[in-house]
């Protein structure tokens, strides 16, 4: 690397550039540290809510016996199970989901170079849609499987055989492309779409329970959902973590990408894949939640920047908060016990909050 | 060393280049002359292994292209598009750490070094300055400038450029390709530049491929080709050439076609031209 015609290698200018480096690594450790301050005790504080009103300091001792803390004051059983098993394991499921379709989001942000792209464009949610309707009109929704019900398993099934098709049906010569692969994402989703509305005429029992997990919802979901998607989603978490960099170079476009060495086919299978595990993890066990996936990467990528090494962990954070604070609204936002599917309630937040994005931002960059 | 031995190839059904036969040598400063559609940039895509030649073969530093990998080819060679596209709003010098990628191993990050070489390239362009800015954010000749850094950070033997300077102007223009011509003489690197400006071409290269309907209409040094007859010929429009006058470089001028005026004007005509109506 020695470069004769180089000037002073330290020169004033690259003095500033490393600190100005520094700068943006400080502010990063900061806006992390933050972040998952603010999830950590977003965590405890959400476990506050719910239909029975137990005092602080008992969700706090149910908490750390469900963590298996011996040196806390017994509590009473009813109160772990309540605490720990119904509200933490849904918060925690939350948390997942959240971090889940931000991390797709992003992700899928990057391989198609559409800043409008979501966990959703590309048809692998409305697969996963689908394999759920499927179970529940065929009654299947309560079969025991894996502990979950069949439910999950055939949302995923269904998320999987949709990506499967986006792939063969994107690819022209061998070579999946980005644009072919947006039209292939919204021909199959089209055509499941088309496909669910058939099974919802066809059967009128099945209608409310297909609309109402199409709308995305945690309710009733407990520990067993969390270790459900827990495989898939470290899977997609690990594939996409390794291939960062490789998402930062695909913004310079597939010919520039090649031209400093990124092997662009496998890139993006590999990132494709990764992103649709983690879409149809969450999938599976919520249903469809929009507009976390949108809004949370393009949020963290206005303050932060566009760096993927930056990007992915912020908005995984960021979006395990959102949908956390969303779904106690869900729970409780409505008096009786009743509860909101989560989905309206990002949409109804996540709306009017884009419009505003894009009247700010218009000129600026990404959008 | 490029060698290219009767190349075909082209996109979907139809060929864009026929019969290339085409031998680069080390450290060449080679222009790719040739109207619009005559296949420069597709004969780079070619040289850079973006595109699979339908027939003959591709050599670069005695490999067949065919055999090489692709983080072989961009440790060797860099290019530049004729127009940068980055979609999110990254930093300049992020922009221009991506060049270090095919010298990155797979589990470690940049190190300082690869910031230095970044930074190296920075300087060396002019665009330092940039480092924090977003290239979303900086005009059409920053971003040509930045995109020119990140293939210098690249460290390549081989430079291929395609109308990298297009959006340049004249003072930037002259200070990319003395840049070029440097790293040229210093270093050896070899530079191959599609071009559409001839005279550019005619001050900084010493050999000029001129493409026409897919094929080498010209190969040779840039004084035994850099004619009037030549350049009518190729660009169907007739040329003049003159010698510049500090380089003695040869320089074309074109000649408006107004009908007033007969088709062999004086090739010396200098002075701020009267245009009264």
Partial sequence: MDRPMRPDPDSLDRALVRRGEERAVRRFALLLGTLAGVAILSAFAASLFGRIDIPAADVARALLTGFGWEGTPPVEEMWRVVVFDIRFSRIALSMLVGLSLALAGAVFQGILRNPLADPFTIGVSTGAAFGASLALFLGLGARPLLGVGLLPAAALGGALAALFAVIALGRIEGHLRRDTMILAGIVVATFLSALISLLKSLDEESVASIVFWVMGSLQGRGWSHVFFILPYLSAGVAVIWLYARELDILAMG??????????????????????????????AVSGVIGFVGLIVPHLVRMTAGAEHRRLLPLSALLGAIVLLWSDVLARTLLPGGEELPVGVVTALLGGPFFCVLLKRHKRGTGL | MIRVQGLRCGYGASDVLR????????????????????????????????????EGRVWVEG????TTSIRWRAQRMASVAQRPAVTFPFRCLSVVLMGRYPHLSRWGGYTAQDLDAAMGAMEQTGTLALAERLITEVSGGEAQRVAIARALAQDPSILLLDEATSSLDVARKIQVFDLLAQKNREQGTTIVCAMHDLNLAALYCDRLIFLKDGGIALDGTTYALFTSENLSAIYETPVMVSKHPVTMDPQAHFVPGRPDRPSTVGIHRHGPKRRDG
């Fill in chain 2, 63 to 66: 490999c067949d292209l065919r």
């Fill in chain 1, 254 to 283: 597939d010919l520039q990408a090649v031209q400093v060495g990124v092997d662009l086919e496998r890139v993006r299978l590999v990132l494709l894949i990764g992103a649709s595990l983690l879409t149809a993890a969450a999938v």
């Fill in chain 2, 19 to 54: 019969d290339v036969d085409l031998e680069i040598p080390e450290g060449g400063m080679i222009g790719v002359l040739g109207p619009n559609g005559s296949g420069k940039t597709t004969l780079l895509h070619v040289l850079c292994g973006i595109l699979a030649p339908w």
